[in-house]
């Protein structure tokens, strides 16, 4: 199936450690982006990649970073992860930035810290 | 900045009922705007991509429109389902036209 596919689905982790959510996506697209949905399900952008630009949304804390191995590929690695990091990520994916075409999205990481 | 306010909050109706949900934006300098669907618990599911070109685009019994000049989006819903029943966001692009901008939604419940 042609998708946006993230992992894992769910993911419990204690205060202080590092973790990491994959997104992979096979359409072909050349930007990628990361959402935080938080508990009031308000959806903010976090970063948008593409072979040549990234963009930080300034409210990111460093803590945060995109890796993408590959243009099929946007990891999001989380260092001292707090109570407050706990929130559903999603990962989209378009042709162009800006999402002219518009946006196909993953079905979410529900990321719980404890 | 893009700021996206959408009207209602939350709607209950019956079976059967044609809806309209409203979504407003401050920035009308757009080439296109999104409507997702999202069910409890799940991922975005996209709707409807309206280009600013166009005043309307219609997908079974959804139909959107477009008002860039009045920073207006609605989206029609006929014949409600019970199967309607999530939130619908709004999402224009942001000023410099990088991102998509989500409105808060409005969850609907469609009753049998």
């Known amino acids: 199936d042609t998708a946006v596919s993230q992992t894992p689905k769910y993911l419990v982790t204690q205060m202080g450690n590092d973790k990491s959510i994959k997104c992979e996506q096979n359409l072909g697209h050349d930007t990628m982006y990361w959402y935080k949905q938080d508990s009031k399900k308000f959806l903010k952008i976090m970063f948008s990649y593409n072979n040549k630009e990234l963009i930080i949304n300034e409210t990111v804390p460093n803590r945060f970073s995109p890796k993408s191995p590959d243009k099929a590929h946007l990891n999001l690695h989380i260092n001292s992860l707090e109570l407050g990091d706990s929130a559903v990520y999603f990962c989209?994916?378009?042709?162009?930035?800006?999402?002219?075409?518009?946006?196909?999205f993953g079905s979410g990481t529900r990321l719980t810290v404890v | 900045k893009q700021e996206v306010t959408q009207i209602p909050a939350a709607l209950s109706v019956p079976e059967g009922e044609n809806l309209v949900l409203n979504c407003s934006f401050t920035?009308?300098?757009?080439?296109?705007l999104q409507w997702f669907r999202q069910d409890p618990g799940k991922g975005l599911t996209s709707l409807l991509l309206?280009?600013?070109?166009?005043r309307e685009q219609t997908s079974g019994r959804l139909n959107a429109s477009l008002d860039k000049s009045s920073g207006r989006s609605t989206l029609y819903i006929a014949a409600s389902q019970p199967g309607d029943s999530a939130t619908y966001l709004c999402?224009?692009?942001?000023?410099?036209?990088?991102?998509?901008?989500f409105g808060p939604g409005t969850r609907l419940s469609v009753l049998p």
């Open positions: 309206i280009q600013s070109s166009q």
């Open positions: 999402a224009p692009p942001d000023n410099y036209g990088q991102n998509f901008v």
């Open positions: 989209a994916s378009s042709f162009e930035g800006g999402g002219r075409y518009g946006y196909t």
């Open positions: 920035d009308s300098a757009i080439y296109n």
